[in-house]
């Protein structure tokens, strides 16, 4: 059966499942209705890395053995994108007294915009102020625009192997650029470097790696609870 999981589905590969079938015929409805319904029992959080992430991960075997076509990995991550734009709306006027600011953004070349914006929305929920520039942004541009700028992170995620600025370039740029602001990365190329990683940098290899460092700068949110 074309929806049959991999061997390394966890606990969740029937919800997994149940989001598959839609993405198949193109249901919209049905996808939409699948996902609230998780998001509403577990949270946005809990689906995003236990469901979605997973679910992607199957999407893309599936296309590796042509199962699908690209057309039904574009239909569902735009899904998915709305509903962390639903969710990142209601979360701009969420502001802690002790908030720090960060500047998300991705490199040239990367389109792949999905982790950026579950960051974008993580760090909102906890109180902090974004400014997001989205995807494929010169890092000169960003030096001019933000020259006189110091924020508190910088974040940026690369996945696609052919970058325009090469990584250890990418880092030593933004390192020496921004030596007060500490460093964010994550994604496949980041984290299969063998490049020199300046003081300032930290590479986060998972998305729950990535939560628990924003939840250990945000006094309030672990004060107050979520």
Request: proline share 4%.
């Amino acid at each position: 059966s074309i929806v049959k999981l991999s061997d390394n589905s966890n606990k969740f590969t029937n919800q997994i499942k149940d989001l598959i079938s839609p993405m198949m015929s193109f249901d919209e409805l049905g996808f939409h209705n699948k996902l609230n319904e998780l998001i509403n029992d577990i949270g946005l959080e809990e689906t995003y890395i236990n469901i979605i992430l997973p679910f992607l991960v199957e999407v893309g075997l599936l296309w590796q053995i042509g199962a699908i076509q690209p057309s039904h990995e574009h239909f569902v991550t735009n899904i998915i994108k709305q509903k962390l734009f639903c969710h990142i709306d209601n979360q701009v006027a969420n502001k802690g007294e002790c908030r720090k600011k960060f500047l998300l953004f991705l490199p040239e070349t990367e389109t792949h915009s999905l982790s950026l914006l579950f960051a974008n929305y993580i760090i909102r929920s906890r109180g902090h102020d974004v400014i997001f520039l989205g995807q494929e942004v010169p890092l000169e541009d960003l030096k001019n625009a933000f020259k006189n700028e110091s924020p508190d992170y910088i974040y940026t995620t690369a996945t696609i192997a052919h970058l325009k600025v090469p990584v250890q370039e990418m880092l030593n740029f933004l390192s020496e650029n921004w030596p007060h602001s500490q460093i964010l990365v994550s994604g496949y190329q980041f984290i299969v470097s063998d490049a020199h990683i300046p003081t300032n940098v930290h590479i986060l290899k998972k998305a729950d790696e990535f939560i628990n460092f924003i939840n250990g700068i945000s006094v309030e949110y672990l004060r107050f609870g979520k």
